[in-house]
């Protein structure tokens, strides 16, 4: 597509409940990066892949915190047991190449985020 | 947690202002950006900054990265409504041994452009 897609927009969640949020990059780039954004703050690194691979995590709150990209194009966040701190939105973000940012060319593409309430 | 200490947190001003917004930072930065982010929707970008001193414009904006590579500033010129939103800077680093780089994010300026 043209942007980077996510699904769902919202989603209302139940304490304890598990969420699935899905990032539809732009066809053929090989970074992708989620970042969790809460109320009124600016967007928090949470895991970068290059391809399927998963190179850094270190931005995943806990280990209910899970990110897959099995294909290299589309990626799943997972958020098991979700608590009222997860409330928060979640920015998917991708990139045509896997050097960072030297040029204009590969510069981050936004998505606009699937906003997570826990109840 | 957030390393960028943006400036100020929110503005109002009248239409055809000159607005001026700053990120400091204690660490040093490969490259500095600047986006824009409307309600509902992701960060937009609107300058990239490679080089240390270097100073960029995109239209009415004007952007620079500082000579220390800790500090930048975002200029808009002759504000207008749809310049209402919020505004983050973003510094990046290459991590060591990698090709890639990371974004950090400042708390965002909240502009407000009255007609």
Redesign the interface.
């Known amino acids: 597509g043209a942007g ?1 897609s996510q699904s769902p927009r919202y989603k209302v969640a139940k304490r304890g409940q598990d969420v699935a949020l899905r990032c539809d990059p732009i066809s053929g780039h090989v ?1 992708l ?1 989620w ?1 969790q954004q809460a109320l ?6 949470l895991t ?1 892949f ?1 391809n399927e691979a998963q ?2 995590k270190s ?1 995943l709150p806990s280990d209910r915190f899970f990110a897959e990209r099995p294909e290299g194009s589309v990626s799943t966040l997972k958020i098991q047991r979700t608590q009222q701190e997860d409330s928060a939105v979640y ?1 998917c ?1 991708s990139s045509p190449s ?7 060319a590969n ?7 699937s906003r997570l309430t826990v109840l | 947690g957030q390393q960028l200490n943006q400036s100020p947190q929110s503005m109002f001003i009248q239409e055809g202002e000159d607005v001026s917004m700053n990120c400091t930072s204690s660490s040093i930065f490969n490259t500095w950006l600047w986006y824009k982010q409307d309600p509902g929707e992701g960060p937009v970008l609107l300058i990239a900054l490679y080089k240390a001193g270097e100073l960029t414009s995109n239209g009415r904006l004007t952007a620079q990265f500082g000579i220390t590579r800790k500090d930048s500033f975002l200029n808009i010129s002759a504000s207008i409504p749809s310049d209402v939103g919020i505004y983050f800077c973003a510094g990046q680093v290459i991590l060591v041994g990698t090709s890639y780089g990371k974004l950090t994010f400042g708390q965002g300026t909240i502009l407000t452009v009255h007609p």
């Open positions: 980077v970074s990066f970042y009124g703050q600016g967007p928090e690194f970068y290059q190179l850094d931005g920015l973000a896997r050097l960072a940012g030297t040029s204009g510069v981050l593409t936004f998505g606009a985020g």
